[in-house]
């Protein structure tokens, strides 16, 4: 089981911790059943930060759970217990996701909706409207908009004509502020058969602070030095913490998790409530997410199924040397539906496709034995019984346990 924390952006390693061991200390109170727990959170230095797109801010923690037999609770049970009281702690978001799911369908949010759109702006507004209206859903869980709080940095803005006057280039600036920040390997260092990167980097106490950034030393091609504020503004700025492009097009997604109801009922509550959020004409809305992906496997296990069915009766056809004979047995499959039916209600199973791929499974299984009876009933009659009493004496003699 995975759980996903965020806090507001900006949020300091030393703050992160403290909830990550509230978190910690409410799961080792309230879950007896979890075996270990495994706690990350934050974003390492130098220039794996750059390419990171976790944040000092973001954590997660997995739990791995005792097996099902050997516990009372089951995995949503205990989600369900977890997420109430995870809310009590101030500042932070939890969010379940299943790693199951994000291996079969690459998306461990049930629902996705998806807004498509090029002004950010609009967009972060319409994603509010979005997650206010589907929040009162019976089912709906956690509801979190991708334009989370947007987070703090220092934003540099180069004055180009001072620039130009002292010979210096935008990008050599850039290059310069980066590595003083986060760093650059300048050589490797062999010893011992072993190679280490040397890296060049302002000491921690040199870039802290919006001054010490200023402070950073340039030097012209005169050869003399100066400080980055004479030829850059250096001032405080928000951003997003990502930009997500589908197709060329800015998106927004508002994720959605549910429990307690099933997966099909709760995104047709979700389509009937996007029919009452006023769209902008240059803005569209489509449902993602597990979703997506599930109607999609529904559509293609569906056709799989039909060209199955096509072969099967083809080689059926020639075997039995008849057009007849492959349709009573195909039409022996619809009466497995009634026990199908029959498990899924007993067992409290949704039609996913887990039970479409055993309901697959099963056809084959009864074609199997339809195959075999009408064998068996073919071979009778060849013999010289009558029809009734062939199908009497088959049925006796292979549809018995």
Sequence with gaps: MAIAVDRAPGT???????????????????????????????????????FSTRTSSEGDVTL?????????????????????????????????????????????????VELFGHDLSRAEALANVVAEKVKGIKGVADVESSLRESAPELRVNFDRQRLADLGLSTAQ?????????????????????????????LVKDARR???????????????????LRAVAEVEYSKAPIEITREGQERMVTVNIDISGRDLRSV????????????????FRIEIGGIAEEQQESFMYLGLAALAALLLVYMVMASQFESLLDP???????????????????????????????????LVGIVVNNGIVLVDFINQLRQRGKELFEAIMEAGRARMRP
Excluded: H, W
């Design 209 to 227: 602070s919006k001054e010490d950034i200023e402070n950073i030393l340039i030097v012209t091609p005169a050869g003399k030095p100066i400080p």
């Design 267 to 282: 995104t047709n509550d979700v389509r009937k409530a996007l029919q009452q959020v006023s769209v902008p004409n240059d």
């Design 327 to 361: 349709f009573i047995i195909l039409f022996t499959i619809p009466l497995s539906s009634i026990g199908v039916a029959l498990a899924l209600l007993l067992t409290g199973t949704n039609l996913n496709v887990m039970a479409l791929i055993g309901i697959i499974m």
């Design 64 to 112: 791995g759970l005792t097996n099902l037999t050997q516990r009372q609770r089951s995995q949503f049970d205990i989600q369900d217990d977890l997420r109430e009281r995870l809310k009590t702690i101030p500042g932070v978001e939890a969010r379940f996701a299943d790693r199951g799911q994000e291996a079969m369908f690459g998306s461990g949010t049930d629902i996705m």
């Design 173 to 201: 600036l850039s290059r310069l502020v980066s590595t003083s920040v986060l760093g650059s390997v300048v050589t490797r260092y062999r010893e011992a058969g072993d190679e280490y990167d040397v890296r060049v980097q």
């Design 12 to 50: 300091s390693l030393e703050a992160m911790e403290t909830s990550m061991r509230e978190i910690d200390g409410i799961i080792r109170e309230s879950v007896p059943e979890a075996k270990n727990t495994y706690i990350n959170f934050g974003q390492g230095e130098g220039i794996m930060a750059f």
